[in-house]
Structure formats: C-alpha cells, structure tokens
C-alpha cells in the first residue's frame, strides 16, 4: 500500500518536474533524483537554513523560525521576511508536511548527521511528500565539501567556488598554524552550558567540534558521547585554561559566583568567554557554517600568540560573503564590545 | 509473613547513626581528592571560625561545593518522603507519591518557562517553586468546587487531571524551545540534579522545608486519624477538612522546594513510606520520622554514588527509579505475602 503511494507520488513527481532529472548521491549514500534546475529550497533545519542561505538566498523559501528583530537587523530585509516554516526531522519536528507541500518546494535540504536515523527519516519524508531529499555530513570540517557538493545541486557554482576558497583558505591556514603548536601549549577549554554551566560536551560532540578542531584539549573529552551534566568539583578538579560559554545568565554570574570565582583559574584570570549569536551562534549552535567566522574569534582567544586577526574586518568579510551584508561600523563595534566577546 | 519489628526508639536511634555515617561518607568523597583529615579541619574551622590551613579550592571544595550537595540531597530526601507519608495517609492509599495533586508537573512547567525566556538561575528555580505551588492550588480549588462525592477521591482525581494539563504544557514549551540551546537544558533540568546546588540556594529552600515538615511533626497524632473514614474521624473530634488543607499545604510547600532545587526525582515518595512502615508499623506518628531519615539517607546514597561513577554525573532519578522499583515489588511481597 505505501509502496504504491510511494510510486504514485513519485509518478506525480516525475509528470510536474519533467523528465529532466539527474542522480545526486547525498552524505548518507541515498540515490536521489533531483530536478535539473532547483528553484524553491526547503532547508530542514538551522545548519541547511545558513548553508542555502549562503549560497542562494533566493533560492531559499523560508526559515525553520521566524528571526527576532535584533537578529534580523544583520541580514537583508527581504531574507529576513520570509516566512517561519518549521523544522522538518530531527531535534523535534514542527513542520507540517502539508505546509511544505503547500510551499511548493522543489528541493528538501538537510545539513547535519547522516546516520540511519536521518537516512530513514528522509526517505520517508521523501515518499511521503515526493519532494527529493538530501542529507549533507555537517561536520565543521566538512564545510568546503558541503558548499561545493550543495552548489552543483543549487546550481550556483560561482557563489560556492568564491565561499568555499574564503572557507579552505581560512581553515587550512588555521590547521597549518595549529600543528606548529607543542602538545604543552595547547590550552585545556571547558565548554559551559546551561544556565549553571554545569553541562558540556564530550569528545565528538558536534558541540565542542570547534575545540576538537582548533587543536585545544576540551577538559571533558576522555570520554565520548554527547551532551553531559557534570558537577562543580570535577570541574575544579579539571581547572581548565579557558571556559567558552553560550550562556549570558551563567557568565553573568560565574564572576560573582562563591566557588567558581575562587576555585577556577580561568574565572581569576578573567578566562571566560560568551559567544556573540548575531544573527547565528558563533559556537556551538546551530552547528552550521555560522560557527566559522567564531573559529577565527576562539583562535585568537586559546592561541593568543599566533593569531592575530583583525575581528572587525573578519566579520565584516564573513557576514557580507554567508549574510549578504556588510555590518555597518555601528554594529560591528556593539558586536564586538558585548560582554565576553573580548577580555573582560 | 510476620516480620518482627524494631521497637520503635531503637529504629530512630539506628537510623540516625546509619544517617551520620553516611554524612561522612558523602563529605569525604567526591572527584576532587580532599583528605579526609583535611575536609575534618575545614569542617571544624569553618564551625569555630577558625583557620584550617588549606589550600583556597579545597576550602570551597569542601564547603561551597559537598556540604551544600550534602545538605540539599538530605533535605530533598527527607522532604520528598514525608511528603509521601503524608500523602499515603491522608489519600488512605499506599500508591500515592507526593507528585498525585500534581506538584512535580507544576514546578517542571515553572521550570521550563523559565528556561525558555532565559531566566537566570535563580528565577527559573522560583518559578518552578511557584508552579508546584499554583498546580495544587488549583486542585483544591477546582476540588472544592465539585461539591457531592467522596472527597478525597475527588481530590486525587483532580490532582490527575491537572498534572497532565501541565505536563501538556510541558510539552508545548519544549516545542517552542530552541532545539540546540533551551531543549537540553530542559531536559537535563527534568532529569534532575544536585550538581549545582549553592548555599545560597539551601538559605532559600531548608526554610521552606522545614516550614512543611514542621507541622506535618506537630500533628502527627491527628494525622493518623485521616486514615480513617471521614465521619469516624469527625466522630474523634479532627475538623477533617481544615486538617486535610493543612497537610496538603505542608507536603506542597516541601515538595516544591525540594523539586526547586533537585528537579523532579521520582520513587522516594512512594517507596520510603513502606519502608518506614515495614519497620515501625503503619501509625503515621512514627512513620513520619522514619520516613524523612530513610529519605534523607537514600537520597545522600543515591547522590553520592551519582557523582562517584565516573567524571560526567548520573541523574539521580535513574539511579532512584532503578533501586526503586525492585525494592518497591519486594515490599510488597513482604506485606501482601507471596504465591508459593
């Protein structure tokens, strides 16, 4: 019975997209039949929202959420405005599958795992709606191969050979740097979520992905998993270098806090760092190429002596190249003057 | 099957020494290696205002940190299972936990709320307090707007009812949440934890418990008579509904508090009462200590061996749920007798 759905639907396909079709083989090894010219892209979640974004945002016909307004101040306003369609599989699912038929999308977007669980959510959001459905490896590391294998499909080769030489010149000259760097050097960061900071990621989250990949040592890594609780004195016991939150409320408190303040050598040393989330994190979430233009930011924090970079000008470049517009000087300076983005 | 039972002064004495034990046991272990001639010096300067010539982290180690996590797993402990003594009591029901009027669902909605509109710490914690607290209220008064029945039954039912609409809430924020940031801590504040407990925090929530637990102590006596048939009780000379809210308010107030600052922690409520009962016979005058010692000590066990297992923590309401349940089988086996 769903297989003659299946089939059905895919016939339906077939008729309203023509003949003209090719074979893409998408990050998890699914065959899909995509149309030739892709013209509406429904991206499934944040990470594909920034990657299409970046790369046709015309092409893109809404996001999972609708921004908030001091997000929406960073990226065009005609971007801005498309409209709240949901989030499709994974962390929870909140798009309709009849709003994304009623979108009339020719083309679904996925950036992030392809294990089975993702294969299979798409093959049946793909049988259920006819709509070809691609999963992309969003690891950080992958990024170049997301943009090239995702402009061929798009169809915006140009756009993509001019981010994707940005991103392997930014990331292979930070890797060349790095290996330079003795394994005494390399700082041990703890990675504080939560409103108490008392959670953070183990090795191979794709949460701490930007630790592993800057060459430190995430102090919560001699294990592997994902996300984690752990209490207040294995944390002193770590005593790491630097402390990177996403939390305002825990980086507010964590200098006036009784123990943190007094236990922890990064707190003393005035080590702890806030990731700016204008109009996407620059750490952690959501784990897409958003999280780049934050290497550059976490490079210069853990590796103080090797990079210098000139923030303004790297933010600047990155959010004209990913959000379409260049930061007025205004903004950039309130970016970059919010508390925890510099030292305090 | 007939067990014989401790006479009831020797249990407390017993209990209280297991209790003492235990607290020494959970101040001298923990990650962060502290000599246990060291967490003594800490613990007698900082009773005498002393100086015990440590190092700073092992002072905040020892005294912002472990006694804070002590104190707090004691509390919650005891707090959750005299609730659950109060609650079995008075609901003449052995399968009533402190959650049935709905607190837990009450305080996780507060909780969640606050954690979606990004609250600090401290706020998300009253707003869990104040949704347990709202979540009875509303039981009694949608309960007492219900006029004929048994009362009680109408009460337990109510308290059904409006656990799942606020579980339903529960729900509807999670959706709303931002899947990367607010959804893992929602759910890592659901799972429960004492890792980041303060003194700060215990300066709020002891007061608190104390103020449940205290006249739920002071009518104990009058307590006991719940268990019977309203109109015996009556007959005895109990004002029966004045008691009822009393009681009501002590084990929410306690309830609250303690899922404040712990999250929801499953299974003591409901299995410590038996227990007590097992040992010191069903009177509620001598379940309610018993209950809040073995409490408080099954919660600072539980805790402790949470943080002992390995660098990252385990949620103690696993650990509960997984001792719990066989224990809660095996008590029933020992009451109701077995199949041969």
Not at chain 1, 54 to 72: H, M, S
Not at chain 2, 167 to 189: C, E, H, R, S
Request: hydrophobic fraction near 50%.
């Amino acid at each position: 019975m769903r297989l003659a759905a299946a089939a059905l639907a895919l016939g339906l396909v077939l008729s309203i997209g023509g003949a003209a079709a090719r074979t893409f083989v998408d990050d998890a090894g699914r065959k899909v039949e995509i149309p030739d010219k892709v013209e509406r892209v429904f991206a499934a979640g944040p990470p594909a929202s920034v990657l299409v974004f970046a790369l046709a945002p015309d092409k893109l016909i809404g996001w999972t959420r609708a921004f908030r307004p001091d997000e929406a101040a960073w990226i065009p306003k005609k971007y801005a405005d498309l409209p709240e369609l949901g989030r499709l599989t994974g962390r929870g699912n909140t798009a309709n599958v009849e709003v994304v038929l009623n979108a009339k999308a020719d083309l679904i977007v996925d950036v992030g795992s392809t294990n089975p669980t993702f294969a299979s959510l798409a093959d049946r959001v793909q049988q259920q709606t006819g709509i070809p459905y691609i999963l992309l490896d969003g690891h950080l590391d992958s990024t170049v191969q997301q943009l090239e294998k995702l402009g061929v499909v798009l169809g915006a080769e140009a756009r993509s050979r001019e981010l994707s030489a940005y991103v392997s010149k930014l990331l292979d000259g930070m890797k060349s740097k790095i290996a330079t760097v003795q394994a005494d050097k390399r700082p041990d960061v703890y990675y504080a979520r939560g409103p108490q900071g008392l959670q953070t990621g183990l090795r191979g989250s794709i949460n701490v992905e930007m630790i592993e990949f800057l060459g430190a040592k995430n102090v919560a890594g001699s294990e592997t998993g994902g996300l984690a609780s752990v209490g207040v004195e294995q944390v002193i016991l770590w005593d790491p270098q630097v402390i990177v939150t996403n939390d305002p409320n825990f980086y507010a408190s964590v200098f006036k806090d009784p123990v943190w303040s007094t236990s922890l050598s990064a707190v003393r040393r005035k080590r702890v760092y806030l990731s700016p989330h204008l109009p996407f994190g620059w750490f952690d979430f959501p784990p897409g190429a958003n999280r780049l233009i934050g290497l550059v930011w976490l490079s210069e924090i853990l590796y103080p002596d090797l990079f210098k970079f000139d923030l303004k000008r790297e933010v600047a470049t990155f959010y004209r190249l990913f959000y379409h517009r260049e930061p007025t000087p205004q903004q950039l300076d309130v970016l970059l003057a919010e508390p925890g983005v510099g030292p305090r | 099957m007939i067990i014989s039972r401790p006479r009831y002064p020797f249990a407390l004495g017993a209990l209280g020494m297991a209790l003492a034990g235990l607290v020494a046991l959970a101040i001298s272990v923990g990650s962060f290696p502290v000599p246990v001639a060291k967490v003594v010096a800490v613990l007698w300067a900082a009773l005498t205002g002393g100086d015990a010539g440590v190092a700073d982290n092992v002072r905040a180690v020892v005294l912002q940190v472990r006694a804070p996590r002590v104190v707090a797993a004691l509390a919650v402990g005891a707090a959750l299972a005299a609730a659950g003594a109060a609650y079995q009591n008075l609901f003449r029901n052995p399968l009533v936990s402190p959650d049935i009027l709905g607190v837990s669902a009450g305080c996780a909605l507060g909780a969640v709320t606050g954690i979606l509109f990004s609250l600090p710490y401290l706020l998300i914690q009253a707003f869990a307090f104040g949704g347990g607290i709202a979540a009875v209220g509303l039981v009694l008064l949608v309960g007492s707007w219900i006029r004929g029945g048994d009362r009680v039954l109408t009460l337990v039912l109510t308290g059904v009812v409006v656990g799942s609409l606020f579980g339903a809430g529960v729900a509807f924020v999670k959706v709303l949440a931002d899947p990367y940031n607010q959804l893992p801590a929602i759910v890592f504040w659901l799972l429960g934890s004492f890792s980041g407990v303060l003194p700060k925090d215990l300066a709020v929530a002891l007061p608190l418990v104390a103020l449940g637990l205290v006249p739920l102590a002071l009518l104990r006596w009058r307590i006991n008579l719940l268990a019977l048939p309203d109109d015996e009780a009556r007959a005895l000379g109990v004002n029966v509904g004045t008691l009822r809210i009393a009681v009501i308010a002590a084990a929410t107030l306690m309830t609250s508090a303690a899922v404040a600052i712990a999250g929801v922690i499953g299974w003591v409520g409901l299995v410590i009462p038996h227990a007590a009962r097992l040992l010191v016979g069903a009177e509620f005058a001598r379940v309610l200590p018993v209950s809040a010692l073995l409490g408080a000590g099954f919660m600072l066990l539980v805790d402790t061996v949470c943080r002992s297992v390995g660098r990252t923590e385990l949620p103690p309401g696993v650990l509960t749920a997984l001792i719990g349940s066989p224990v809660f089988i095996w008590l029933l086996a020992l009451t109701f007798g077995r199949r041969s």
